[in-house]
């Protein structure tokens, strides 16, 4: 068998494994079934600044190599991420902070006081994600700030949900507001579509969109197939589809230079349709842009109503069902499922590039 490499997809996990394989002398083939390259993390130009695709993507990282790696490849725009939650007519900080329960609960803590109510919650993970939330923020600021939301973002109560769904969260006993606390946190300067094309461009790399790979049929012939998407549809849903959740965007176009006071607003109430509302021009644009803005909506709903697959579903009957593919795909020599499609886990950026770098890694050890 010769040593060539399929990757399918071409989004940040797919684009690191080609450049990886390929700066170690390795030919590469990328296919990707979109018309354009970049994943969930596409960007484009639009009204003079960028516009993300599929939802804000802020890389923020403190892993050196993740950095070092990616800085290859673009120049960076430092960027802090500030977010509010609209609740009963009020800005309040997330993730939570002193002064979010300050706010919810009526009180004028000091970060000390703060610290000390943390201390008399029973901070563990709990059994799900409902009782890991109310153990990490309480009963009054999940109700508040997490029920409505969580709901509207899976479709079910959190109680049915993995614990790790929300032991995400961060909370903090200061009045510290940015949403990330990495030592790097920035914006490709160009965007992520222009970082991700760069990584594709290299002479042993071949890259061929608008197409797709549903059957294991398509890794004959090449050393290693890193698949990057559903596992349940290459499978030919032998154990069932697979859920995941996704996200529907209605987008507003106003003249007006700014029209969010913060880069993303999340609403929390169960009767308001939409989760979170993001202005891409605070994202992507210095402060003095121009006089045009767009305000994007997003509306969870199941990945199957328009095909476009972002968190998989973390209950116990879903990753059941996630570990009988994974089991399937280990019965194939030459694939390795990487990703967060294709390994059923959610990774940030930064987690995603090092996973790549590392499956890289592995593989070429046993070259």
Avoid at 115 to 135: C, F, H, K, P, V
Avoid at 181 to 190: C, E, G, I, L
Avoid at 252 to 280: C, I
Avoid at 314 to 330: T, V
Wanted: aromatic share 12%; hydrophobic share 40%.
């Amino acid at each position: 068998m010769s040593r060539k490499v399929l990757v399918v997809g071409a989004g940040l996990t797919g684009a690191t494994i080609a450049r990886s394989m390929a700066d170690r002398g390795l030919q590469v083939d990328v296919v990707e079934s979109r018309d354009v390259v970049g994943g969930l993390c596409h960007d484009h130009d639009r009204f003079g600044f960028l516009m993300h695709a599929y939802g804000p993507h802020v890389f923020h990282t403190s892993i050196e190599d993740v950095w070092k790696f990616l800085s290859r490849f673009t120049p960076w725009t430092p960027y802090r991420h500030v977010v509010r939650a609209l609740w009963n007519g009020m800005l309040v900080p997330i993730p939570v902070n002193r002064d979010t329960f300050n706010l919810v609960l009526g009180r004028n803590m000091t970060t000390g006081e703060c610290e000390e109510y943390l201390g008399t919650l029973q901070a563990s993970l709990g059994n799900n994600a409902r009782d890991s939330a109310i153990s990490r923020v309480g009963t009054e600021v999940y109700e508040a700030l997490f029920e409505g939301y969580t709901h509207k973002q899976w479709g079910v109560d959190a109680a049915e949900l993995l614990a790790e769904v929300t032991k995400r969260i961060p909370v903090r006993s200061s009045g510290e507001d940015s949403y990330f606390t990495d030592q790097y946190q920035a914006m490709p300067t160009a965007g992520y579509t222009a970082m991700i094309a760069n990584m594709l461009d290299h002479a042993a790399i071949r890259v061929s969109t608008g197409e797709t790979v549903i059957s294991t049929a398509s890794f004959r012939g090449y050393w290693r197939c890193f698949y990057t998407g559903p596992l349940d549809i290459l499978f030919g849903y032998a154990h069932g589809p697979l859920r995941y959740r996704s996200l529907r965007f209605e987008h507003s176009v106003m003249k007006t230079v700014f029209a969010l006071p913060y880069a993303a607003l999340v609403y929390s109430n169960p009767e308001v349709p939409y989760t979170r509302r993001f202005e891409h021009k605070r994202l992507t644009a210095p402060l003095n842009g121009g006089g045009t803005t767009v305000v994007t909506s997003e509306y969870p709903t199941d990945a199957e109503s328009w095909r476009e697959y972002m968190y998989p579903f973390m209950s116990r009957p879903c990753m059941s069902s996630a570990a009988a593919y994974l089991a399937m795909a280990k019965d194939i020599p030459n694939l390795v499922p990487v990703g967060r499609l294709a390994e059923y886990r959610y990774y940030n950026m930064d987690v995603a590039v090092s996973r790549a770098l590392a499956v890289v890694s592995g593989a070429m050890r046993r070259l």
